[in-house]
């Protein structure tokens, strides 16, 4: 069978976004629309999750002013840390509990991903973003991650003004904030900005296997070009098809930050000729990529190299593993069950 040259290409899509439309998109991804606590399922072979729920019900028990301000100090004496962090692996459950309380958090409240709130600063500058954002009672960041150490002096100013100002700062991450960079840059330069960052959340640990990997077995599944032409026509709404390398150069030419408008409205999309990734660049925006697709559950369906091997031994090993290894179970969730 011939390969369906008629579905539309991603390539079609250059979105572009301002500062505005960015803080006007920084809600919960459609999947978490009713996320709540009551929703989450722990595991009870890791009783931290069920304890990590309480903790987040206790810091939304404990909204409200005190004397002094929201961020004062107890009566006690005992500091009062305005943020919270929930520091567990892939697929325990983070995004759920930060979208519950995100849902739970009082008047005007901002959810997004590290790389929109820096995209946001690049877009507005950081005194209108400092202006955009003050107020809020609660600035929730999907997997914190701080990649080169100008995000990491830019982000640790902008909550610490933040959280000044009495709002609230939650975060989700595979990985403790004091250790934030590690094997990136060079953190131990750059460790009083770290620990700045470390000090201003009460640090919640969330032990786990991937909910992904409990549900879906086996790889990434790998289709001829037939198998994507039919899964695509079997998807009750927007489609898209590239092959790898064009999608690769697209995504160079769109910053991460605009991906989700990118895929807004796709329900499936082809992937074909995909190969072992070998540029970190394109590796880090796949990532970026796929971030978005799970969000909006987009199906995927693809042919070449299976998707769970697109990122080779070298970057598995290198300082970006924990991103490379949560895009890879969730592109087994996504082109799961496909035949």
């Keep these: 069978m011939s390969v ?13 976004m301002t500062g ?45 002013p005190r004397q002094g301000g929201l961020f004062s100090r107890r009566r006690r004496g005992a500091e009062t840390r305005p943020g919270i962090y929930l520091d567990g692996g892939f697929g325990v459950g983070k995004t759920h509990l930060l979208a519950a309380l995100w849902s739970l958090a009082p008047g005007r409240k901002y959810f997004g991903t590290f790389i929109e709130y820096t995209a ?18 609660l600035i929730a960041i999907d997997e914190f991650e701080l990649d080169d150490p100008g ?19 939650a975060a989700t991450s595979n990985t403790p904030p004091n250790a934030l960079g590690e094997g990136r840059f060079a953190a131990a330069d750059f460790l009083r900005e770290i620990s700045a960052l470390a000090d201003r959340f009460e640090i919640v640990r969330i032990d786990g296997l991937d909910y992904r990997r409990r549900e879906v077995e086996g790889n990434a599944v790998i289709l001829d070009d037939a198998g994507v032409d039919a899964g695509l026509q079997s998807i009750d709404g927007d489609v ?45 925006r796949f990532v970026a990529f796929v971030d978005r697709l799970y969000d909006a559950q987009v199906r995927i369906f693809s042919t070449g190299t299976p998707l769970d091997q697109v990122f080779g031994d070298d970057m598995l090993a290198g300082g970006y593993r924990k991103k490379y290894l949560r895009a890879i179970s969730r592109l087994v969730a996504l082109t799961a069950g496909r035949d």
């Excluded at 309480?54 to 409200?64: H, P, Q």
């Excluded at 600063?121 to 955009?132: D, E, I, R, S, W």
């Excluded at 995000?151 to 700062?169: H, K, Q, W």
């Design 151 to 169: 995000d990491t002096m830019m982000m640790s100013r902008l909550l610490g003004e933040l959280a000044a100002g009495g709002t609230r700062i």
């Design 20 to 64: 505005a439309e960015i803080a006007q998109s920084l809600v919960p991804p459609r999947q978490f629309d009713g996320a709540t606590l009551e929703s989450y399922r722990p595991d009870p072979d890791y009783p931290s999750q069920s304890e990590a729920v309480e903790r987040v019900r206790a810091f939304v028990a404990s909204w409200g």
């Design 120 to 137: 946001l600063v690049g877009a507005l500058g950081y005194q209108n973003t400092v202006k955009t954002l003050s107020g809020a009672s």
């Design 240 to 284: 898209a098809s590239d092959d790898f390398a064009g999608l690769l150069k697209h995504l160079s030419s769109v910053h991460p930050s605009r991906y989700v408008k990118m895929v807004d409205g796709l329900r499936g999309i082809g992937i074909r000729d995909v190969r072992t990734l070998t540029d970190q660049s394109d590796a880090l």
């Design 4 to 16: 369906d040259t008629s579905f539309p290409s991603l390539r079609d899509r250059s979105p572009e």
